[in-house]
């Protein structure tokens, strides 16, 4: 079983590394970007017998603990079976 | 007194705050090692500045869990006295005992140069001998310095007089140049509620000795010792 963990800057929270990147993108030559965020992402595996429900709510709580600071981002959790 | 500089794998200015409390202030002074838990000999400790755990994840996010921090949770608690310097700011800042976070500069850079911090208040153990709107000029290195909070902190923040230290130019003046990172209102150095932990960004204790280009960090640190001198 694996979970996969989304953090991102919540909406409002400067993201200069994002404006930058925004910026080399348009220098390659893409027009039409309003916006880029720049996140994290995190796979985490989990042993196969762990308990689906279980193992959300654990990674929900590792993700709101440790993998996001909560002033600043948002964060969301998949489990793939 | 005594003084007490705790110590994470990556931590660098812990040396420059081990020579300043020994050499300038005069004080008995310890190293702790982020392993250990009793604090139960100190009456102040200073988180020093550096890159503990690499800034694996987000700055400070990692040095929270060491074994050290509950006890300097309950040390600030008992109301004794903890200074945040930089990495040390954004260790308080993730472990909670400050509001808000310390996020990406606003321009990208590692920014490692000297800059002018204008004193708020002289109501906090670590600014009693500085008078307030006096500018202090102390270097920063950071990449990760521009404070970030929400509205409701902010106005807590500007209504109890917790801004310690505001970026400004040499003259005293606040404005979007003199800020060097971006920080939210300014915001160099914040205390929390009850006044005996301090975070800040610029190092006070690389700036000790004219023949380091500014000796003005010395009077926070004479601040401190003279809090605690009264106090014992």
């Given at each position: 079983m694996k979970a996969k963990v989304f953090v991102s800057l919540k909406p409002g929270v400067l993201d200069p590394q994002g404006k930058a990147i925004q910026h080399s993108v348009e220098l390659l030559?893409?027009?039409?970007?309003?916006d880029v965020r720049q996140g994290k992402y995190f796979e985490i595996a989990l042993q196969d017998s762990a308990d689906q429900e279980e193992a959300r709510e654990a990674v929900a709580r590792m993700a709101r603990e440790v993998l996001s600071n909560p002033i600043i981002e948002d964060y969301r959790v998949e489990i793939e079976g | 007194m005594k003084f007490g500089i705790v110590v994470f794998p990556?931590?660098?200015c812990d040396h420059d705050a081990y020579h300043v409390i020994s050499k300038q202030v005069g004080q008995p002074v310890d190293f702790i090692w982020h392993?250990?838990?009793?604090?139960?000999?100190?009456?102040a400790l200073i988180i020093p500045g550096g890159f503990s755990y690499?800034?694996?994840?987000?700055?400070?996010a990692l040095a929270r869990?060491?074994?050290?921090m509950d006890s300097v949770k309950k040390f600030a608690a008992s109301g004794r006295f903890v200074l945040g310097i930089c990495n040390g700011f954004q260790i308080l800042c993730e472990a909670g005992l400050l509001p808000g976070a310390l996020i990406r500069n606003r321009d990208l850079h590692f920014i490692c140069e000297h800059v002018y911090v204008r004193v708020?208040?002289?109501?906090?153990p670590y600014t009693n001998e500085i008078a307030p709107g006096t500018v202090l000029r102390l270097p920063i290195a950071h990449a990760d310095g521009n404070y970030v909070c929400d509205d409701a902190t902010l106005d807590e923040l500007q209504r109890d007089q917790r801004i310690v230290f505001r970026y400004c130019d040499e003259n005293g003046n606040v404005s979007a140049a003199a800020?060097?990172?971006?920080s939210r209102d300014h915001i160099a150095g914040i205390c929390n509620a009850a006044r005996n932990v301090l975070g800040l960004m610029p190092h006070p204790e690389r700036a000790c000795?004219?023949?380091?280009?500014?000796?003005?960090?010395r009077d926070i640190f004479r601040s401190l010792a003279a809090t605690l001198a009264a106090v014992a």
């Open positions: 030559g893409f027009t039409g970007i309003a | 990556g931590s660098n392993r250990d838990t009793n604090l139960n000999s100190f009456d690499g800034d694996y994840l987000r700055a400070g869990f060491s074994p050290v708020e208040t002289s109501d906090t800020n060097p990172n971006g000795e004219e023949l380091l280009g500014s000796s003005d960090g």
